[in-house]
């Protein structure tokens, strides 16, 4: 049986109720910042079970706000992972910092923490100044060790959880985490692409418990401006306001917000559909010898499914040629033409380049049919028979 229509390996779901929802959006006083920005906001707050919510033009802003509140700046050196999107390790140099990896545990692709404490404690203290790991695939990262280690370190913590929206991990005392509550995290990330579990088309939002950071970060989202009687330093009349910072402009229109809160509303209808579509991939490929996914866990977003082959670029032909189309996640960040030139070297992070030379992510999105997920198994099964 073969499918008229391709299956991509990730794609947004857009229902009657979201239509509607940017079409009023449309019809109302407010293009760009109006009442639907705040809204969101806390609903999303809420969702992740944060105090404040800061919604910006897409994930990369986020960032890119992140390590401007945390002011990095030339001289300071920050640890990511190799296996991620590239913004996870740009947004330090934006702001001039110095990027740094450690290699990933290869069951699960995450960022090794304990490769992270070997670089820590090669350098004195106080040559690192902050951590940004990635909950990869949507497997969400143990921030509670993370923070543990950032703390003993002087570092501040930076989740990326472009990946996992609704996730979480189980903390020591047995408690459920959400992924961007900010317990642990100073602050965290999303992004609304249409691959990512919520989509505006471009979008992000950045979560924090930190009143301190959160008040930046309102502060550089419009150019460093503010309006607010209590902050402004004098008052010329009704229209005075002050630029108080160097500031951006990395707002989020409201057309955009009234989609992510109509999504917002199906978000844990869609994780719950991901998960189950991963139980079932994990199921087929139990009996499949030659076909390694990552390590799962309870909380995981899924965001991707990721396999790894002997035979990847064999099975990615395969596939394409059967009009699915897979991908892989990531190319590795420091293998980067532009990272070479910073000094790295190919064979710096031997265990993310033993994953990316046999990483497949396969489909996995929401409306994801059985029928599709069926043709994608069986295409894998005898590709590896
Ligand atoms: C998608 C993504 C980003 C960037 O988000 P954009 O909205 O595309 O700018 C950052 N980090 C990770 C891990 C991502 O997957």
């Not at 999303?44 to 401007?68: D, E, I």
């Not at 009996?287 to 390590?295: G, S, Y």
């Not at 099975?315 to 892989?328: E, G, M, T």
């Amino acid at each position: 049986m073969y499918f008229p229509h391709p299956i991509p390996y990730g794609r947004q779901h857009i229902t009657e109720a979201d239509v509607q929802a940017v079409t009023e959006a449309l019809q109302s006083d407010f293009l760009t910042q109006g009442p639907k920005v705040a809204e969101f906001e806390n609903r999303f707050a809420a969702y992740v079970g944060a105090t404040y919510a800061v919604a910006v033009s897409n994930g990369t802003a986020a960032l890119h706000l992140c390590t401007l509140a945390l002011g990095v700046q030339s001289g300071h050196r920050v640890i990511t992972t190799p296996i991620t999107f590239a913004a996870s390790a740009n947004c330090i140099l934006y702001c001039g910092g110095e990027v740094h990896f450690a290699d990933i545990d290869p069951a699960t692709a995450l960022i090794d923490l304990k490769a992270v404490r070997r670089l820590l404690e090669s350098q004195p203290k106080g040559y690192f100044h902050g951590l940004i790991p990635v909950d990869f695939a949507g497997l969400p990262v143990n921030l509670e060790e993370a923070r543990k280690l950032a703390d003993e370190f002087g570092l501040w913590l930076v989740e990326d959880a472009a990946h996992s929206p609704g996730g979480f991990f189980v903390d020591s005392q047995g408690i459920e985490q959400w992924c961007g509550n900010g317990k642990f995290a100073d602050l965290s990330i999303f992004s609304f692409h249409p691959v990512k579990h919520i989509a505006t088309g471009e979008g992000g939002m950045i979560t924090t418990n930190r009143q301190d950071l959160y008040e930046k970060l309102l502060l550089l989202r419009t150019h460093g401006i503010t309006k607010d009687p209590a902050k402004l330093l004098k008052s010329d009349g009704g229209w005075y306001y002050e630029m108080q910072t160097l500031g951006y402009n990395y707002r989020l229109p409201d057309m955009l917000t009234a989609l992510g809160i109509s999504q917002l509303q199906r978000a844990n209808e869609g994780l719950a559909r991901r998960r189950f579509l991963a139980a079932r991939y994990n199921a087929a490929f139990a009996n499949m010898a030659a076909v390694r996914p990552l390590a799962t866990a309870p909380g995981h977003a899924y965001h991707l499914y990721v396999i790894q082959v002997e035979d990847r670029k064999g099975l990615y032909d395969f596939l394409r040629d059967r009009q699915i189309f897979a991908q892989v996640h990531y190319i590795p960040v420091h293998t980067m033409p532009y990272y070479q030139e910073l000094g790295w070297n190919p064979s710096d992070f031997p265990r993310a380049e033993a994953y990316y030379a046999r990483c497949l992510s396969i489909p996995m999105f929401p409306s994801l049919t059985d029928e599709e997920q069926q043709y994608v198994i069986s295409s894998i099964q005898q590709f590896v028979k």
